[in-house]
């Protein structure tokens, strides 16, 4: 059944909402009907009208209205954050769930009656925040979670942005209150809360604001959380640095491990070891830019491609080790037979060639369906993932479902083992063809 909601704020950020979030909830995915938006500007109505087919009518400039006069599940809040609090309020009111774009409200004061209210009301709340989905911190939280490197123990994470004399006279940032805190390291929070795979438990931070600073509220912070998982992170924060040292989607976070050091740095995730103190590169962005320009990224064809090159080079191994021991008669017999040189190929040499050219296959197809971490980089639609990767949709940040994850694993095992039995005899061939001479 549809959840009917209503849009409140259709202007600024809200266009975003009605042209590029929305239409997918709405049409796409078909999990929601919009029954009505809100703007005090009926100039914005144009945004609900066009692109998400609402009617002229179900159009309003004032919220409580809307409301009142419209049946709705859940509210969607795109607006200035100092009237978050009160479209919660009016939410509340009409007893709906609420979805609300970042930050949750102009203060810290209003942040926590915020959640106050909705937790009294045992109401539903969600912010929307989406920096850890992109891919460079999902690669590393997924690295972190194996626990290929040991136990985590604490996150190190960094962040400088120059806001100097960027910000436009008269925009809400410049007044609010805790600015930085509820407004910017809300991102930063929710990726170090992903990457520990815990909440926090307690939290320090120390803010101050710099000689120069034109902001109204404090705009660096230096910031020590325990997880509850007993992780601990470190997390600095500049938004008026002098440079753009690590501004969005070239964040720092390192986690340090067991076995080894998690660096991701300006969208490229590294891991140093503690035994050889060597970079190991787990992925490479200029690979995924490359794919992004062919228009590869997120579809089977880049897949496929992808997984073909990173084949290629021990297959022309195994195939190089086999053909040496084809002896040349052969090769001399069919010319005299009249052979031309792709009936040569095709009839007489590639029958040979049945063992490698079957080992090459099964160990290709071995290597791609146990990869984990290339298709959770380069597919981003979860629906495409393959079976092996389908495992990390039954994994939760609080909890997980182990009835599922193993009968997943079990799956996942069948069809490996099924190739393998069949082709055994000839791997075992292919493998040990050219390692004896004569």
């Known amino acids: 059944m549809k959840k009917k909601f209503i849009q ?33 500007n009926p100039a914005a109505f ?21 409301l009142e006069e419209n049946e709705a599940d859940f509210v969607t809040i795109v607006v200035p954050p100092q009237f978050h609090e009160q479209m919660v309020d009016l939410a509340l009111e009409h007893d709906c769930d609420i979805l609300c774009e970042k ?12 959640y106050r209210k909705v937790k009294a009301q045992n109401k539903k709340m969600a912010v929307t925040v989406s920096h850890r989905f992109d891919q460079p911190p999902q690669t590393m939280e997924a690295v972190l979670r194996s626990e290929r490197y040991g136990r985590l123990t604490h996150i190190t994470g960094r962040f400088a942005e120059t806001y100097l004399n960027r910000l436009p006279e008269g925009n809400f940032r410049i007044n609010m209150e805790d600015e930085y805190l509820v407004e910017w390291g809300i991102h930063h929070l929710d990726m ?10 307690t939290v320090y931070a120390k803010t101050w604001q710099p000689p120069w ?60 070891r503690s035994t050889d103190l060597q970079s190991e590169e787990v992925i490479h962005i200029p690979l995924l830019n490359v794919m992004k320009f062919l228009g ?32 040349r008669e052969i090769d001399e017999a069919g010319v005299i037979d009249g052979c031309g040189p792709l009936s040569l190929y095709f009839s007489i040499v590639f029958p040979l060639l049945k063992p490698v050219t079957i080992t090459a296959g099964v160990l290709t197809f071995i290597s791609s369906w146990n990869d984990f971490i290339t298709p959770l980089y380069v597919l981003n639609d979860s629906k495409k993932w ?35 039995i069949f082709a055994q005899k000839y791997i075992i061939a292919g493998m040990t063809a050219g390692s004896v001479k004569g």
Request: net charge negative; hydrophobic share 45%; aromatic share 10%.
């Open 386 to 420: 393959g079976m092996i990767i389908s495992v990390y949709n039954f994994w939760g940040l609080y909890t997980s479902d182990w009835n599922l994850i193993c009968a997943v694993i079990v799956l996942t095992l069948l069809p490996i083992m099924v190739v393998y």
């Open 296 to 327: 590869l990224v997120n579809t089977y064809r880049g897949m496929i491609l992808l997984n073909a090159a990173l084949a290629i080079p021990f297959a022309m191994f195994l195939f190089h080790g086999f053909i040496v021991t084809v002896p």
């Open 103 to 114: 930050p949750i409200a102009d203060t810290m004061e209003g942040c926590c009656r915020i």
């Open 192 to 201: 170090l809360r992903a990457l520990a795979g815990s909440n926090a438990r």
């Open 8 to 40: 409140i704020g259709l202007g600024g950020f809200g266009e975003y909402w009605c042209t590029s979030v929305l239409p997918y909830v709405t049409k796409e995915l078909q999990t929601a009907e919009l029954v009505a938006a809100v703007d005090i």
């Open 46 to 66: 144009v945004n609900a009208i066009k692109y998400m087919g609402l009617p002229e009518a179900k159009c309003y400039t004032d919220a409580r209205t809307a």
């Open 213 to 272: 600073s034109r902001l109204r509220a404090d705009t660096s912070c230096a910031v020590t959380i325990e997880m509850e998982n007993g992780v601990h992170a470190i997390y600095e924060g500049i938004q008026e640095n002098a440079t753009r040292l690590n501004t969005w989607q070239d964040e720092y976070f390192r986690g340090e491990c067991e076995f080894g050091t998690v660096v991701m740095d300006h969208q490229k995730v590294n891991v140093l």
